[in-house]
Nanobody, 122 residues
Framework: QVRLVESGGGLVQPGGSLRLSCAASGRTVSSPTMAWFRQAPGKEREFVAAISWSGSEIYSVDSAKGRFTISRDNKNTVYLQMNSLKPEDTAVYYC????????????????WGQGTQVTVSS
């Protein structure tokens, strides 16, 4: 019903920046909230940021506050601008879509992208 495709991941040095993109197709207008999660090997999927249909932004205090910015482009593409990256930011980053405006848990979302690898290393 909704297809999400992430891009923009890669290898970056500590302190560097990356911008992730998530292109949505299908019933995109029916998904009020889109979010970014990340998952490192052996760890649970972790909330990073979310943006509602109206543009309200929610950030994880632990992982993104002050460094990450989520934005939306015509509600078709969602971005995650990541600055001052740290090695602990290394993970697979997933785009998600759902109908809960302030969802911060994986179960709040119904559709997921395939993920894009972000590696922060010297």
């Amino acid at each position: 019903q909704v297809r999400l495709v992430e891009s923009g991941g890669g290898l970056v040095q500590p302190g560097g920046s990356l911008r992730l993109s998530c292109a949505a197709s299908g019933r995109t207008v029916s998904s009020p909230t889109m979010a970014w999660f990340r998952q490192a090997p052996g760890k649970e999927r972790e909330f990073v940021a979310a943006i509602s249909w109206s543009g309200s932004e929610i950030y994880s205090v632990d992982s993104a506050k002050g460094r990450f910015t989520i934005s939306r482009d015509n509600k078709n593409t969602v971005y995650l601008q990541m600055n001052s990256l740290k090695p602990e930011d290394t993970a697979v980053y997933y785009c998600a879509a759902g109908w809960i405006d302030t969802g911060t848990r994986p179960n709040d979302y119904d559709y997921w992208g395939q993920g894009t690898q972000v590696t922060v290393s010297s």
